[in-house]
């Protein structure tokens, strides 16, 4: 069994607040000093802002082994590739700029790997924050999601082998990390607790960790997946599958993911972010999923495009756009 002699700790970020990524970091120096690792630990924050972010005295002094990379084009995967290579630990965590640790989250990844000699991607719970503004945008988004969810349920019946599939499914480890390639089907709930930790086809990227052996076993992760980089973790993490590895989700270490309202999350006001989401999408189905999955993909991204189109013309540039990428992404 490799043994694991230091911990590198790699945050990607981006038209992020100082305040924002502050209170990540310092949750991670939190976690790590009321744990009881004994092993070193180095925090990599990739800066890929044109102005690098600046953070307060007070705060960087507190913070030891704490390397500023900067100077980066944005990009999630080649982001985390350099500080991946710049690295001196042994096992490499990867959290998102925008969430907290909760306590014992290090430690109990630490154990894992010591535990397993042929864990591949390791991935925890990720929780949201209760808070006012959060619950006003659910308020504000129910109505629709309960649309796409009628959407997507149609669509879903419309392909009986995943509703087959769904009804033999027996307790919630069924739905957490799970890819059907035959269908394009995801399941990838990661908000659950369980006792043990289970095997997955794939975790979230916002909070999992790997050994740097593993890393560059399969050569990081695929820079083919620009920009927001959605599906990056799940090509990673099915290429590790792929070179003998095994992946686990464990429920009894989280983060909460104080997801930023902009970006990513608000893809009908930010054209090149929803662009980027739709190629690194057709990226990732082209890459491990046939030619009769793929068709299926594009069927299921109707309710997407409905959900976020404003009239009839946007609903069909939104419907043409794809169908052009998936063309040129078959070819």
């Known amino acids: 069994m490799s043994s694991i002699t230091s911990l590198s700790i790699i945050v990607p970020t981006f038209g992020r607040a100082a305040t924002v990524v502050t209170a990540c970091i310092q949750s991670i120096y939190d976690d790590y000093e009321h744990s009881k690792i004994k092993l070193p630990l180095e925090v990599l924050l990739v800066d890929q802002n044109e102005t690098p972010l600046t953070f307060s005295s007070e705060a960087k002094k507190n913070w030891k082994s704490f390397i500023h990379l900067t100077g980066l084009h944005p990009s999630v ?31 109990r990844q630490l154990e894992l790997h010591n535990e397993r000699d042929d864990l591949g991607m390791l991935g925890g719970r990720e929780v949201y924050p209760e808070t006012k503004e959060y ?26 082998q995943n509703v087959e599939r769904e009804r033999s499914f027996k307790n919630i480890d069924d739905y957490i990390g799970r890819i059907y390639p035959e269908t394009s089907f995801f399941f990838c709930r990661f908000d659950s ?12 990227g916002c909070n999992a960790s790997v050994k740097k052996e593993a890393f560059e076993k399969v050569s990081g992760f695929d820079e083919s997946f620009q920009g927001s980089a959605i599906r ?17 989700y464990a429920g009894d270490f989280a983060v909460t993911h104080h997801r930023q309202l902009g970006g990513c999350n608000n893809l009908a006001k930010n054209y090149a972010t929803l662009i980027s989401k739709l190629e690194n999408e057709l990226h990732f189905q082209q890459r491990h999923f046939s030619h009769v999955s793929r068709f299926y993909f594009f069927i299921r991204l109707f309710p997407y495009v409905l959900s976020y189109a404003k009239s009839t013309a946007g609903i069909s540039f939104f419907l043409v756009l794809q169908f052009t990428l998936l063309l040129k992404k078959s070819r």
Do not use: C, M
């Open 135 to 160: 619950f006003q945008l659910e308020q504000k988004e129910r109505r629709k999601r309960r649309f796409v969810s009628f959407l997507k349920w149609i669509v879903r019946s419309f392909f009986s």
């Open 232 to 248: 990056e973790e799940s090509d990673f993490s099915l290429r590790l599958q792929q070179a003998g590895k095994v992946n686990y």
């Open 77 to 107: 995967t080649k982001a985390k590739n350099r500080a991946a290579k710049e690295a001196k630990g042994d096992l490499l965590f990867f959290f998102d700029d925008d969430v907290v640790l909760h306590k014992g989250n290090i430690q």
């Open 193 to 204: 607790f369980t006792a043990r930790p289970i095997k997955v086809d794939t975790v979230r």
